[in-house]
C-alpha cells in the first residue's frame, strides 16, 4: 500500500489516501517519490471538473526520487539510480515533432499528473522516457522543482541567443521568477526584476538581479523604456492582464517571452513589432535531457530554489499556501523517503 494526495472528484478537493502500490508495465518504471513539487497549474488541475484518466487523480509534474522497479522491455536504467520526472511525460517518438526532436510539442505528449497520476504519493508509474538524471550535488528536494519551474525559465533564457551582457526583465518574482532571476544573472546578463511592492526588492538583490522596479510605482514597459528597453523579458505571473504594456518596455529586436498563462488575452500594437523587429513567444518546457542541463547548469553556477518543505500528508495546507501566494518561492511535498535516502543526500539547512 502508499499514501497519495488525490482528487476523488470535480469539486472534491484534495484528501490524502491510501491505496494500492502500482506495478510497472512494458516500457515503464516505478519511481519511490522522495519529493515533489507544487506548481501553480496544479491549482488548475485540481480544481479541474474533469480527468484524462478519469478519477481520483493525482497531482503532481515536478518529481524527484529513485527507481524502484523496472518494466519489461526497460533498458538505460537501473534500480537504485536517483531521477526526476517533469510536466513532460513522454511522447509517441513518431509524429512530425518527434522525429525532429521537438518532444515537447508532440501532439500525443503525456503530461505527468494529468495524463497519468502524478507525483503527490509514494510512488509513480512513469514511461522510461520521462526519466532524468539527478546530480549528485543535488537533494532530491532541491532537485524537484527543476522538472517544470528550473527547466522551463532555463530553456527560456538559452534558447532566446541573447549576446553577453543583454538586459533581461524578469516579470513577476514567486516560483518561475527566482528562478529566471538566478539563471539570467549566472548567464551573464543585466538584470532587471519587476514586481508589485518593495518589499520584493531586497529578495531580487540577493538573488543577484542588478535594477529591482515595483510596478505598483511605475508602469514597467516605462521603466524599461527608459532604462534603453529589454532585450528579452520573461512573462512569469500567471496573469495576462498587465502583460500588454510590457511590449513598451523592449528595445529594438527585443523579445517578450510568456511562461505564466491563464484564459487571458494580450493587445499588441503590430506596428511596433514590425518597425522595431520585436516579437512575442510562449515557451512551454522541456525534455528530460533539458532538466539535466538546467540542473548541471545550476550546480556549477550555484542557482538555489528556495523552497518551503511540507509532509505529504499535509498536501491539502500545502495547497492552501500555494493559492494565498504567499509562498516563498517554491513548495515541495516530502514523501517518506527510506532513510539511507534522507541521510545520504541531507540538504545541510539549505531549505
Known sequence: ?????????????????????????????????????????DLGTVASSSSAYGFPLTPGHEIAGVVADLGEQVVGWRTGDRVAIGW????????????????????DRLVTGVSYPGGWAESIIVPADALARISDQLTFAQAAPFGCAGVT????????????????????????G????????????????????????????????????????????????????????????????ATSALVDGLA????????GVDAGAIQVPVARLVTRGQKITGHLTGTPSDIEDAMAF????????????????????????????TARFRIVLEAAAAPRDREAFDDGGAR
Do not use: K
Open 1 to 41: 500500500m502508499m499514501t497519495s494526495a488525490v482528487v476523488r472528484g470535480p469539486g472534491r478537493g484534495l484528501e490524502v489516501v491510501s491505496s494500492r502500490m502500482p506495478t510497472p508495465a512494458p516500457g515503464q518504471v516505478r519511481v519511490e517519490v522522495v519529493a515533489s513539487g507544487m506548481c501553480g497549474a
Open 88 to 107: 513532460f511525460g513522454g511522447s509517441c517518438g513518431h509524429c512530425t515533432a518527434c522525429r525532429r526532436g521537438d518532444l515537447v510539442h508532440c501532439p
Open 153 to 176: 525559465t532555463f530553456n527560456a533564457l538559452r534558447n532566446a541567443t541573447l549576446r553577453p551582457g543583454s538586459r533581461v526583465a524578469v516579470f513577476g518574482l514567486g516560483g518561475l
Open 178 to 241: 527566482h528562478l529566471a532571476t538566478q539563471f539570467a544573472t549566472r548567464m551573464g546578463h543585466e538584470t532587471v526584476v519587476i514586481a508589485r511592492g518593495n518589499d520584493r526588492e531586497r529578495w531580487a538583490v540577493e538573488l543577484g538581479a542588478h535594477t529591482y522596479v515595483d510596478s505598483t510605482r511605475c508602469p514597467p514597459g516605462v521603466a524599461l523604456g527608459e532604462m534603453g528597453g529589454a532585450d528579452l523579458i520573461i512573462a512569469t505571473a500567471s496573469s495576462t492582464e
Open 252 to 259: 529594438i529586436g527585443g523579445q517578450l517571452t510568456l511562461l
Open 298 to 325: 545550476a550546480v556549477t553556477n550555484g542557482v538555489e530554489v528556495i523552497e518551503e518543505i511540507y509532509a505529504l500528508e499535509d498536501a491539502a495546507q500545502a495547497l492552501e499556501r500555494l493559492a494565498s501566494g
